[in-house]
């Protein structure tokens, strides 16, 4: 079983930057395909992007062109690396991980492990 632990989370101004960690113990993050998702107070749980075993990559449209997902599976580690901020990004962040195939598993519940979440919050 694998356990994640997500970090790089904190308060930035709206355009600004910041790279979201998610590092795997107890087993090596290669096997599984590794997604990020956000929840913002009053909302639902909403799929960010994923990255599969392979390296490939699917990004939400309204995270597409800010947001980057990549994996160092010499650190164990997926990050997310964020860009041009905006307010409505404000939300907790999530990293989960399945073994499964496919690139657009954007279902929270096709995911078998998460990790507790960081808090990301854009002022503007």
């Given at each position: 079983?694998?356990?994640?632990?997500?970090?790089?989370?904190?308060?930035?101004?709206?355009?600004?930057?910041?790279?979201?960690?998610?590092?795997?113990?107890?087993?090596?993050?290669?096997?599984?395909?590794?997604?990020?998702?956000?929840?913002?107070?009053?909302?639902?749980?909403?799929?960010?992007?994923?990255?599969?075993?392979?390296?490939?990559?699917?990004?939400?449209?309204?995270?597409?062109g800010?947001?980057?997902?990549?994996?160092?599976?010499?650190?164990?580690?997926?990050?997310l690396?964020?860009?041009?901020?905006?307010?409505?990004?404000?939300?907790?962040?999530?990293?989960?991980?399945?073994?499964?195939?496919?690139?657009?598993?954007?279902?929270?519940y096709?995911?078998?492990?998460?990790?507790?979440?960081?808090?990301?919050?854009?002022?503007?």
């Amino acid at each position: 079983q694998v356990q994640l632990v997500e970090s790089g989370g904190g308060p930035v101004q709206a355009g600004g930057s910041l790279r979201l960690s998610c590092a795997a113990s107890g087993r090596t993050l290669r096997i599984y395909a590794v997604g990020w998702f956000r929840q913002a107070p009053g909302k639902e749980r909403e799929f960010v992007a994923r990255i599969s075993r392979g390296g490939s990559t699917y990004h939400a449209d309204s995270v597409k062109g800010r947001f980057t997902i990549s994996r160092d599976s010499a650190k164990n580690t997926v990050y997310l690396q964020m860009n041009r901020l905006k307010p409505e990004d404000t939300a907790i962040y999530y990293c989960a991980a399945d073994n499964a195939s496919g690139i657009r598993r954007i279902d929270q519940y096709d995911y078998d492990y998460w990790g507790q979440g960081t808090q990301v919050t854009v002022s503007s």
